[in-house]
């Protein structure tokens, strides 16, 4: 089974990923499926080139619950795979050779696996960033905003007192100058950052298996509201809040919280797993991490945002990781 196509990848490597690219469509044969599990046991690089390919694939959603959840032998997973899809949706879109299944479901709407593509609520938000990409708005007349990438931001209804915007994922900077009794509210999660006249940023991206909210005030004064928790914050201030509750206020520097309105991200003492989730932010596709113990090491450094490709070369240099390149931008990083 061979698809055709430029890629970084090895012949056993890109026959691999082509293998299961076709038995995850929905379209194999049960001669197919016979075929694949021959191709796969010829030799150890084939099955270890399979099995990274198919690792790939298992984090996207339903197709990884399919091909994991299911009891029996590699065929008959594969082939119950197929008919399942079949039976959802016969149509598979493999955007640019990648690892990209487009399926008929709640899940990939709402929930859409690895990030790869924007759910429901980021798409029907007012302003939107993509991938590496930043904008500047202005809101309510007199509000400026500047959106950091992979970003969604919400207009919602204002009361007599309040303008009001929902950061329903990414990152923002807001600045408002002081209207008299109105203030500014940004919600994120499940809290409320308020201000009458301030300079601040929120945030609310997943870490791990986390989704905290940060806010860092650089200037004025700002309210952050959790349940019955309220937290004032004085410039050089930031705290955090999640399900868990509100943080304790802490002090940062104003210059490195902001690197990221210059084009800068840094890591100081950050774990591997945290760094490449900030990583993909920036760059298109995907970095997946094979290692547990990999993820566990720590990364310094500063690098320009619209160069992310070259801070996997120094990933590779500085951990003596390997570095495996698929279609669509993908790396497997072990």
């Not at 201030?237 to 520097?253: E, I, K, T």
């Not at 120094?314 to 790396?331: C, T």
């Amino acid at each position: 089974m061979k698809d055709h196509r430029r890629t970084d990848l090895n012949p056993i490597q890109d026959e691999a990923v082509g293998w299961v690219q076709k038995l995850v469509s929905g379209e194999a044969t049960p001669a197919e499926i016979e075929a694949a599990e021959r191709w796969r046991v010829q030799s150890p690089a084939h099955a270890a080139a399979f099995d990274a390919a198919e690792r790939v694939w298992s984090e996207f959603g339903a197709a990884g619950r399919a091909l994991h959840g299911l009891k029996g032998d590699f065929a008959s997973t594969l082939d119950t795979l197929g008919k399942s899809r079949r039976t959802l949706n016969r149509r598979a879109v493999l955007g640019g050779g990648a690892a990209t299944v487009a399926v008929a479901s709640v899940y990939g709407v709402i929930d859409p696996p690895l990030g790869l593509w924007p759910s429901l609520s980021e798409l029907n938000a007012d302003y939107r960033t993509g991938t590496g990409e930043q904008r500047n708005v202005t809101f309510a007349n007199e509000i400026a905003i500047n959106l950091n990438t992979q970003t969604s931001l919400a207009v919602r209804t204002a009361t007599v007192a309040e303008d009001r915007v929902e950061l329903v994922s990414g990152e923002a900077s807001f600045a408002t100058p002081f209207r008299g009794a109105r203030s500014l509210v940004v919600l994120a999660a499940n809290g409320r950052t308020v201000t009458e006249s301030g300079k601040f940023d929120v945030r609310y991206t997943t870490i791990g298996e986390r989704s905290p909210v940060s806010v860092t005030c650089f200037g004025g004064r700002v309210r952050i509201e959790h349940g019955a928790d309220v937290a004032d914050l004085q410039p050089g201030q930031r705290v955090r809040y999640d399900d868990a509750g509100l943080g304790q206020v802490a002090a940062v520097d104003p210059v490195v919280a902001s690197d990221w309105q210059r084009g800068i991200v840094e890591f100081h003492n950050t774990p591997l797993t945290e760094a490449v989730e900030e990583i993909n932010r920036y760059r298109p596709g995907r970095i997946v991490l094979m290692s547990k113990t990999l993820g566990e090491k720590q990364l310094n450094g500063r690098f320009r945002i619209d160069q992310m490709e070259k801070v996997l070369l120094q990933l590779e240099y500085a951990f003596n990781a390997k570095l495996q390149r698929l279609p669509g931008g993908i790396v497997l990083l072990s």
